[in-house]
């Protein structure tokens, strides 16, 4: 059955009775906290076009891509190339081996949502995507490994004999290795995205039985995670599957006890998927740990990405019911406030927060929270995935700019807020291109059943191109 969780409600925030005191000074990413301003303009700036400070290249593969994933005539065969692409063991089919295929790849859909294969190309990309006004990147290392469910059952441990020794130098070193130099890509304004699974059967088996971290998966995460606090960094641990996520949520603990010390700044963040039942429960409990046990607990908020792959009871048995427990909990989260949704009778720790969306009724609610009485201070960024969302992100870039001016928004009305407005980023992966490819099919499939989404994102690039042709010839 196919399930479509990406629209948002309408569903109001919840009002609070009183609010945490929030610092007047400079924050994190170099952004003023204070947000008030003492003059009032008397006319609104006129409105913008939002998509003007992309590429043109960039509106033209958008609009392809976007063309493709909201049709249903043209979405099956696009995706049944892309899954040959991403394991056929051909030559002529693997663009890692075919020169002509891996050009014609480069162009267009690695262009689109992939920052390269080697430094100079990722760090060309995050200049660029930084020049527009982003406040940084996710940036994230390519490699995954997606478990099918007889993979799932016949799991094995490979902890002993030659099988090990192929699990550590085959699997563990290659994803440590591609992770560390990620790291060392990131500038101090971003934030670095971890997948487990990429680091092979060793770490899939511990994780399916909820056991610690191998000795030779620890000494690499201790390694990483060392590196992230010494550079501060933020990692993000991303959700996956199930059938591993309980372990995830516990290694995402132990190290967030460890790294996550200093009040209202996380280096380590769990990730907590909003379509299923269980998560405001989750993450209640977490939050209740973090206030007991004294550290911060660093939050990405998403709505979920398996859906082809996660049994269909432990997700939410609507969209609707999607959309309100994802509103309620960013709203709780911004405003550090139990709510409705997520309840616990303990004190609000310290948070930080990230919130991926590419549903714009979702990040107007984040923001209206973020610039109103209500908000509470917190580390707030959003964030959408490079190439996917692009009226969104750049909604929130003119908004954001506009907001540090301490100017009118679009409507004439006075920007007045307690905090600081949220930082923007893309979420973008590098590796090579058929390693890019797996990525994107995953991807892909969580995206085939938002047609109203990607139609939004086509109608918002048409609109775009129209708009400067106009301006072109002189009509605009």
């Known amino acids: 059955m196919r399930r479509r969780i990406h629209s948002s409600s309408t569903r109001s925030s919840v009002p609070i009775t009183d609010q945490i005191p929030v610092p007047t000074s400079t924050s994190v990413g170099g952004l003023p906290i204070n947000a008030q301003v003492s003059s009032t303009p008397t006319s609104a700036p006129p409105k913008s076009a939002p998509l003007s400070v992309l590429p043109l290249a960039t509106v033209l593969r958008n609009l392809a891509s976007t063309t493709i994933s909201s049709s249903r005539i ?10 040959t692409l991403a394991y056929s063991n051909q030559a002529l089919f693997n663009p890692d081996k075919n020169p002509l295929l891996r050009w014609f790849l480069k162009q267009t859909f690695y262009a689109q ?12 990309t995050v200049n660029g995507l930084k020049g527009i006004g982003y406040t940084g990147v996710i940036l994230g290392y390519a490699k995954e490994v997606v478990l099918t469910d007889e993979q799932t059952r016949d799991l094995s441990s490979c902890e002993e004999g030659p099988v090990a020794e192929e699990c550590v130098r085959n699997e563990i070193k290659p994803w440590a290795a591609g992770t560390m130099e990620t790291l060392q890509l990131a500038g101090p304004t971003d934030f670095v995205a971890l997948k487990f699974s990429g680091a092979g059967r060793q770490a899939l088996y511990a994780l399916k039985n909820r056991l610690p971290p191998p000795p030779h998966l620890k000494k690499a995460l201790d390694e990483i995670c060392d590196l992230a606090a010494q550079r501060d960094v933020p990692l993000l641990f991303d959700a996956e599957q199930t059938a591993i996520q309980a372990g995830i949520d516990d290694w995402t603990l132990q190290y967030q006890r460890k790294y996550n010390t200093k009040p209202g700044h996380a280096i380590i963040y769990g990730t907590y998927q909003a379509y299923l039942k269980a998560t405001p429960s989750v993450l209640g409990s977490h939050l209740a740990a973090a206030s007991k046990e004294n550290f911060t607990l660093g939050i990405k908020l998403v709505r979920g990405a398996y859906l082809g792959t996660d049994p269909r009871h432990v997700i939410h048995d609507t969209k609707a019911d ?7 909990i960013a709203s709780s989260l911004i405003r550090r406030k139990w709510g409705p949704v997520l309840q616990q009778t303990i004190a609000f720790p310290q948070i930080s927060i990230l919130l991926g969306s590419h549903n714009l009724e979702s990040v107007l609610k984040a923001r209206e929270i973020r610039a109103g009485p209500e908000c509470a201070g917190t580390e707030l960024a959003i964030a959408q995935l ?4 692009d009226e969104v992100s750049c909604e929130l870039l003119a908004a954001n700019a506009t907001y540090k001016k301490g100017g009118l928004d679009e409507a004439g009305k006075q920007i007045v807020g307690p905090c600081m407005a949220p930082r923007a980023y893309k979420y973008i992966v590098w590796g090579t291109t058929k390693e890019c490819m797996k990525y994107l099919l995953r991807r892909a499939h969580e995206n085939k059943d938002a047609v109203a989404r990607t139609k ?3 109608d918002a690039a048409w609109g775009e191109i129209k708009r400067r042709t106009k301006a072109l010839v002189g009509l605009a």
């Open 386 to 389: 490079q190439g996917m969302a």
């Open 456 to 458: 939004s994102g086509r």
């Open 74 to 83: 043209l979405l099956p065969p696009s995706l049944a190339i892309m899954s």
């Open 113 to 124: 949502f992939c920052a390269g294969e080697n430094p100079i190309e990722v760090r060309h």
């Open 322 to 328: 999607t959309d309100a427990a994802y509103d309620s």
